[in-house]
């Protein structure tokens, strides 16, 4: 309705008609929120949190920032936290003080409940892969493979213990990988 003059028919506002009553800011609100005074609706933390997460078979994969460490991170009201924490607290309620949060499924990524539990700090250190190692309390990795002092790799930049016939596996898969795709 090219032609049209007079002030837009929104209570308020006083810019000139451009299209059917409406000044030009208020028409595209109209068109995109079927309002001409619409706005975004703005989702809620749980629904952020549900649109930054992957459900795969196991574990419940997080597509949101990574941190250096390998563990995700959400942002609520400018705050950062941990996104297992999050997935927690969600689930189950808040994290009794002196626990942390320990991934059964040894995935830092993951953000699966029912993969996250709530432990002493000491136990999480005992389960993880390089505190039971260097102090005797496992003989072998997750995959069966006895740790020796032939088998065992010791990082020199981080002292991080691996196991070596895991690391040969991962690198056969990764140049088989690589091959494929070239």
Known sequence: MAGETGQCSVDGCERVIRTRGFCNPHYKRLLRYGDPTGSPKRLTPEERFALKTRKTESCWEWTGTILKTGY?????????????????????????????????????KCVNPG????????????????????????????????????????????????????????????????????
């Open 72 to 108: 995700g991170k959400f942002v609520i009201k400018k705050k950062q936290y941990l996104a297992h924490r999050i997935a927690y607290e969600m689930a189950y309620g808040e994290i009794p003080d002196g626990l942390v949060i320990d991934h059964l499924c040894r995935n830092r």
């Open 115 to 182: 993969h996250l539990e709530a432990v002493t700090n000491e136990e999480n250190l005992r389960r993880g892969a390089g505190y039971a190692i260097a102090n005797g309390m496992r003989d072998s990795c997750i995959h069966g493979h006895k740790y020796t002092p032939e088998n065992i790799y010791r990082s020199p930049r981080r002292g991080e213990i691996r196991c070596r016939a895991c690391a040969q596996i991962a690198d056969r898969k990764r140049t088989r990988t690589k091959k494929v795709a070239a």
